[in-house]
């Protein structure tokens, strides 16, 4: 009987000691956590802001090549200020996402958020053989944190331009009002995903532009997409992709009303 009680608190002794090591070991992985969330968000963030600063240069190139004209002068630092100011609200709400800090939501008009990027972008897509369609309605609003949809809509954007270099092709921008949600979907006619890559497509770090058959001009650091379905699903929408290999892209999004 001695020993069977002996034996009873030997065990509650280690089962006391395996819980604490437990214990331990999840504070450890909460800290490792938090420096993954930063070390995320730091890639995430140069992920964005190289968005924005090609436009940038561009802005100034124009203005530097161009001394005399005052008028474009001035038409190129007011872009190169609304991007600057464009990325100080994208590091400022990537970084309240990194500390899990909502932000404010509100409705506002989906075609000027589209609009806004491509001025921002400043290249005109049509200089390298790409047609721009915009199916938006013009009172069309969604129920966002503004700076995180264009977020989204710009690395879409962008990487369906990638997807049609060289040769070109259509990018057409749609969106339309439910019941429930707005559906928005970004098209393109480039070289398509592989079956095999749709599954991972949304995951962190994976991407397929180091594929020798990509026509992308830069290898993708795989973090795009993951942060789009990040945003999206802390908007409690969700996007999705259908993709067949030279056939093209068309990656859908849906937003719940307010």
Known sequence: MTSIIEKRLSLH?????QQEANNALQSRITQLQALANIGTATHMIAHEINNLLTPL?????????NPDDKLLIEKALHKAVRNCNRASKI???????ANGRTQEKKNTLLISLVEEI????????AKDG??????????LTVWAVPVQI???????????RDAMLP??????IKAAEGPDAVVIEVTDTGYGIEAADLENIFESFFTTKTDKNSTSQYSGSGLGLAFCKKIIDAHDGSISVESRPARGTTFKITLPKS
């Open 13 to 17: 002794k280690l089962l006391a000691n």
């Open 57 to 65: 240069a561009s802005y100034a190139a124009l203005a530097l090549n």
């Open 91 to 97: 590091m400022e709400s990537m970084l309240a996402m």
């Open 118 to 125: 491509f001025t921002c972008l400043c290249r005109d897509f």
């Open 130 to 139: 790409i047609t721009v369609e915009i199916r938006i309605p013009e009172d």
């Open 150 to 160: 264009q977020q989204v809509l710009m690395n879409l954007i962008l990487n369906a």
């Open 167 to 172: 040769r070109g092709g259509t990018l057409t």
